[in-house]
């Protein structure tokens, strides 16, 4: 056992996020979960993240976005968080066009059920060049599907649920290949029980009492995954932890 001791200062702490080379996936495209955690593991205090997050991990949670094809997240916390398209710098507009991607990554939603407002921000203010994604199953009701492909992009991905590895498959020949998964602990939880999970960026808040929702919820008989630790960031008493899954067996040794 070692201690871990704050040492020098970063710069910018968004430059060890872009450093990772995620070019190598081990599956169709390379995903990232970035999530927040109470102390007691809580990932929401009154069905929101917001008192949940700290100003330093608000920050990083908004320019994390930079390092993305595609923002990806879950159908409860776009009901519950009110997303809106992604908003970046200039400075990281210039970048992203640079690398020959969109200014702003896409949003995609993961939804079954298609219960979802196609008037809100998500759906309507998305620029022509990102516009947003629905990524739904083939069970889908056929009238609200007819509504999703009027506000957004869908892409059918399974049968009866959508299917993690159907998903990233459809996403990597859109030519994403970079997927950061914003939640929620649902669909974060299938997305490890199919072993689709390639990183986690996990902030650590410095409190307790929030609701009962882990970070991650796994379906039921998913087995364990394993992921080691890259590196850890801490700013006043905000920890930020990156983990990538492990390649060895000997990672929980
Ligand atoms: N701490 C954090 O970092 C963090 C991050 C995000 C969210 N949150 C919090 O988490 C809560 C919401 O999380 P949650 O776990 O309840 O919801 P979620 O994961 O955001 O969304 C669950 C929904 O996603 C869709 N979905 C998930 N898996 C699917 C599959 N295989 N096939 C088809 N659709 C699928 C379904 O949508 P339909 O119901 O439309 O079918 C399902 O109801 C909120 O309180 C939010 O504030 C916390």
């Given at each position: 056992?070692?201690?871990?001791?704050?040492?020098?200062?970063?710069?910018?702490?968004?430059?060890?996020?872009?450093?990772?080379?995620?070019?190598?996936?081990?599956?169709?495209?390379?995903?990232?979960?970035?999530?927040?955690?109470?102390?007691?593991?809580?990932?929401?205090?009154?069905?929101?993240?917001?008192?949940?997050?700290?100003?330093?991990?608000?920050?990083?949670?908004?320019?994390m976005r930079q390092i993305a094809d595609v923002v990806m997240v879950g159908a409860e916390t776009v009901r519950r968080e009110g997303y809106a398209p992604i908003r970046l710098d200039e400075?990281?507009?210039?970048?992203?066009?640079?690398?020959?991607?969109?200014?702003?990554?896409?949003?995609?939603?993961?939804?079954?059920?298609?219960?979802?407002?196609?008037?809100?921000?998500?759906?309507?203010?998305?620029?022509?060049?990102?516009?947003?994604?629905?990524?739904?199953?083939?069970?889908?009701?056929?009238?609200?599907?007819?509504?999703?492909?009027?506000?957004?992009?869908?892409?059918?991905?399974?049968?009866?649920?959508?299917?993690?590895?159907?998903?990233?498959?459809?996403?990597?020949?859109?030519?994403?290949?970079?997927?950061?998964?914003?939640?929620?602990?649902?669909?974060?939880?299938?997305?490890?029980?199919?072993?689709?999970?390639?990183?986690?960026?996990?902030?650590?808040?410095?409190?307790?009492?929030?609701?009962?929702?882990?970070?991650?919820?796994?379906?039921?008989?998913?087995?364990?995954?394993?992921?080691?630790?890259?590196?850890?960031?801490?700013?006043?008493?905000?920890?930020?932890?990156?983990?990538?899954?492990?390649?060895?067996?000997?990672?929980?040794?």
């Amino acid at each position: 056992m070692e201690f871990l001791e704050r040492s020098a200062e970063i710069a910018d702490p968004l430059v060890p996020y872009l450093d990772v080379d995620r070019s190598q996936p081990r599956h169709e495209c390379w995903v990232t979960g970035h999530m927040v955690a109470g102390l007691d593991g809580t990932a929401a205090i009154n069905g929101r993240v917001g008192a949940l997050s700290t100003a330093p991990d608000q920050a990083l949670f908004r320019r994390m976005r930079q390092i993305a094809d595609v923002v990806m997240v879950g159908a409860e916390t776009v009901r519950r968080e009110g997303y809106a398209p992604i908003r970046l710098d200039e400075d990281a507009q210039a970048q992203r066009r640079a690398r020959g991607q969109s200014a702003t990554p896409p949003v995609a939603v993961v939804s079954r059920s298609l219960n979802l407002d196609w008037s809100g921000r998500v759906f309507a203010d998305a620029p022509a060049d990102a516009r947003t994604l629905i990524i739904t199953c083939e069970t889908a009701d056929p009238s609200r599907l007819a509504a999703a492909e009027q506000a957004a992009t869908v892409i059918i991905a399974g049968h009866d649920s959508v299917e993690p590895a159907a998903a990233m498959r459809a996403l990597a020949d859109l030519g994403h290949g970079t997927i950061l998964c914003e939640g929620g602990p649902r669909w974060l939880g299938e997305l490890v029980a199919a072993d689709r999970l390639d990183e986690l960026c996990l902030s650590v808040s410095p409190l307790m009492g929030g609701d009962p929702l882990p970070v991650s919820i796994a379906p039921p008989g998913a087995g364990l995954a394993q992921f080691e630790l890259k590196s850890t960031m801490i700013e006043d008493h905000t920890l930020f932890l990156r983990y990538e899954a492990a390649t060895s067996d000997d990672s929980h040794a």
